[in-house]
């Protein structure tokens, strides 16, 4: 699976951005899918994962409310519409596909997803 984050930018706090993530092959609707952010000098932290479906969503305790993950599974793609954005949401933000989410409580690590995008730059200014 190769994926295709896009949708950043730069944008006021209080402002909203919505980031698509574009899945070529046919094998997406198999994958569990999930965003991670990296601020500068900082891990890539848990963002939001969907499991195959959809119907299951978790989301960091940092963007709970504000953050709301998607899937079209007919365009092969995962969205991440992020509302009341706040300076500290500032980060590269990556999509990744891996093989299982199936709790809404558990926050994935990066070694639970297989494949990544290339990034997208998120800035938020105060």
């Known amino acids: 699976v190769q994926l295709q984050a896009s949708g950043g930018g730069l944008v006021q706090a209080g402002g909203f951005l919505r980031l698509p993530c574009a899945a070529s092959?046919?094998?997406?609707?198999?994958?569990?899918m999930g965003w991670f952010r990296q601020a500068p000098g900082k891990e890539r932290d848990f963002v939001a994962a969907i499991n195959w479906s959809g119907d299951i969503t978790g989301y960091a305790d940092s963007v709970k409310g504000r953050f709301t993950i998607s899937r079209d599974n007919a365009k092969n793609t995962v969205y991440l519409l992020m509302n009341s954005l706040k300076p500290e949401d500032t980060a590269v933000y990556y999509c990744?596909?891996?093989?299982?989410?199936?709790?809404?409580?558990?926050?994935?690590?990066?070694?639970?997803?297989?494949?990544w995008g290339q990034g997208t730059q998120v800035t938020v200014s105060s």
């Open positions: 092959g046919r094998a997406f609707s198999r994958y569990a």
């Open positions: 990744a596909a891996g093989t299982d989410y199936s709790s809404s409580d558990y926050s994935p690590r990066p070694s639970d997803f297989t494949y």
